[in-house]
């Protein structure tokens, strides 16, 4: 299992954003057998879980380690996402 970091931004076009984030927050998604799950795998699933099937959003999937470096590095904004994690 692997955790996931989900960046929903604040001004994203998805209702409730917020709320979003809360309801998928430590979801442990199933994603086929042996293979390993992508950022790519478990953006599909959050989005199908929030009834939105369009890929039209900016929201971020990625790895937490990736989420760390990019965060500690200060590449990321925080200020512009609501931010939940997830397991695949």
């Not at 970091?5 to 984030?21: A, F, G």
């Not at 309801?23 to 998604?29: L, P, S, Y």
């Not at 478990?42 to 937490?64: C, Q």
């Amino acid at each position: 299992m692997k955790t996931f970091v989900v960046l929903i931004p604040v001004d994203s076009s998805i209702e409730n954003p917020r709320n979003s984030c809360e309801f998928i927050e430590g979801t442990n998604f199933k994603i086929g057998g042996s293979v390993q799950a992508t950022s790519i795998d478990v953006k599909a699933k959050i989005l199908y879980e929030l009834g939105d099937l369009k890929d039209d959003h900016n929201i971020e999937v990625e790895p937490i380690t990736d989420f760390m470096d990019r965060f500690n590095d200060q590449d990321l904004i925080a200020d512009d996402y609501f931010i939940s994690y997830v397991y695949a």
